[in-house]
T-cell receptor, first 113, second 112 residues
């Protein structure tokens, strides 16, 4: 089954404790992206990747890191989480090109205390 | 830069009513336009899209027409069901840099 898989789905952590949210897709998509969803702000892009070893900042990259060492994986790293990073995070992927459908994971709800 | 504006506030309506959600955009060039839907507890999924001016996207009874002259992509459905209750996002994809910009979303609640 074609899918984007994120882990963990739910996480409660404390300020400053490094964490990684994994994302994996099985559709051989070139493009992958991370978004955060907050009430009243909609979906905002954190980082995206056009292909292996190619990553770019989105609209809200501060406090986050990503890597794209393999085509299928695109982990999101919070080196020193802060409470303002409490949010619902979505990973998504699609084939290259501007008209393709974006496939989303089910989301990871992160709470930073 | 590119941006998408959706009408403010949730939309509450009765079953079988007509639904319209407004979406306008700002972009250089000719972007592709999308509507995504998010059902409770799930990720977003594509509802419909249009890739050039005057194209009409349609799916599950929903329609939207790419209007370049008014820079709009309004979503419509003639008779909503309770199962259409969800959050709806308008989005555009810039052909130049392949990024998607999303609107803030509209919560739609359909009452039996």
């Amino acid at each position: 089954e074609a899918q984007v898989t994120q882990n963990p789905r739910y996480l409660i952590t404390v300020t400053g404790k490094k964490l990684t949210v994994t994302c994996s897709q099985n559709m051989n998509h070139e493009y992958m992206s991370w978004y955060r969803q907050d009430p009243g702000l909609g979906l905002r892009q954190i980082y995206y990747s056009m292909n292996v070893e190619v990553t770019d900042k989105g609209d809200v990259p501060e406090g986050y890191k990503v890597s794209r060492k393999e085509k299928r994986n695109f982990p999101l790293i919070l080196e020193s989480p802060s409470p303002n990073q409490t949010s619902l995070y979505f990973c998504a992927s699609k084939l290259g090109g501007p008209t393709g459908e974006l496939f989303f994971g089910e989301g990871s709800r992160l709470t930073v205390l | 830069g590119n941006s998408v504006t959706q009408m403010e506030g949730p939309v509450t309506l009765s079953e079988e009513a007509f639904l319209t959600i407004n979406c306008t955009y700002t972009a250089t060039g000719y972007p592709s336009l999308f509507w995504y839907v998010q059902y409770p507890g799930e990720g977003l999924q594509l509802l419909l899209k249009a890739t050039k001016a005057d194209d009409k996207g349609s799916n599950k009874g929903f329609e939207a027409t790419y209007r370049k002259e008014t820079t709009s992509f309004h979503l419509e459905k003639g008779s909503v069901q309770v199962s259409d209750s969800a959050v709806y996002f308008c989005a555009l994809s810039d052909k130049g840099n392949n990024r998607l910009a999303f609107g803030k979303g509209n919560q739609v609640v359909v009452i039996p």
